[in-house]
């Protein structure tokens, strides 16, 4: 049957499954299959859905600005449509954007607006939803124990609700708070969950995206072994639902590996390549950490001032996203650094 002879909820189902499956392409094509048989003319509620959802996997490909359009028009569907549900995930999702690009005011006020709508309408999962994604962006501050007491409230909620697919998200943000601070143990048990949830699931994406972590917490640990296997799926299956941003994160962390190996040379044409992948993400904590890891390498190869020029960049993307601990740390590098 051709997609004009489907109805639109069959054709957003098809869409899911296949983003699931990691067909991203094939997934934006029947998202548009169905907001064309929908028609965008039309006050029905369910657009807004349709919209934010092709936003959210625009979003993982790292194609921020398209997200940000599909999250703004699922906005206005929602406002006419009269769908106060549909307008609190808007402004959740825009909100994610916004903290994506640093703009950490216009993203904590959208996520409050969001809640509120939220409670209003007793969407508890989305409720919880907002709830992690404040503890992502309270993790970036610096403020860990805020960002644990948001993560732990999150996943009681999911764990109760029996709610697999957010409990694999708040899972992985913990892991990625664990291996921040330090706790490389706690960080793998909270990555094999969401990655046994993923697997369970069926969810290619982000079975990637936490493998990637955890390859992060295997560098952190000492595992350059395990780091580098793991790396290398994440890195693969990301290029082939063609999203850019996961490839940048995975070559960021390919690129660390090789400089700890002392692979100079390769570390360097590696985090090129992240940095090229990146472009267009707008993800400015990214950045922030390549340009970072960029001073770290020119440092190993004895080069101080390409490594002052990185990391004093780093620092400035730190301090303009919001991360202090991350800026505090870069500052003590330069430092650090002959006169």
Known sequence: MTSEHRQPSELVEQAR???KAGHSAKALGLFDDALSALGEGSADPYIADVLR?????????GETEGAFRCYTRSLEHARLS???GAEAHALNCQAIIFQR??????????YAEAAALAEMVGDARLLGMIQQ????????HGDFGAATELYSKSLDAFEKAGDAEPLSWVLNNMGMLHTKTGDFGEARICFARALEIARQR???IVQSVV???LAEAWVGAGRLDLADVLCAQALEEAQRRDDHLTAAGALKVRASIERRRGALDKSIATLRIAIYEAEGAEDRLLHAEMLRELGEISRAVGNSGAARSALREAADAFKLTGA???????EAQLRSLPS
């Open 17 to 19: 499954s296949a983003e």
């Open 53 to 61: 959802w092709k936003g959210t996997l625009l979003r993982e490909r």
């Open 82 to 84: 009269g769908s106060i």
């Open 101 to 110: 690009r640093g703009e950490n005011k216009e993203a904590e006020r959208h």
């Open 133 to 140: 994604n404040r503890g992502v962006l309270a993790n970036m």
């Open 202 to 204: 069926g969810d290619t």
């Open 211 to 213: 493998s990637l972590n």
């Open 324 to 330: 202090t601990r991350d800026f505090q740390d870069v």
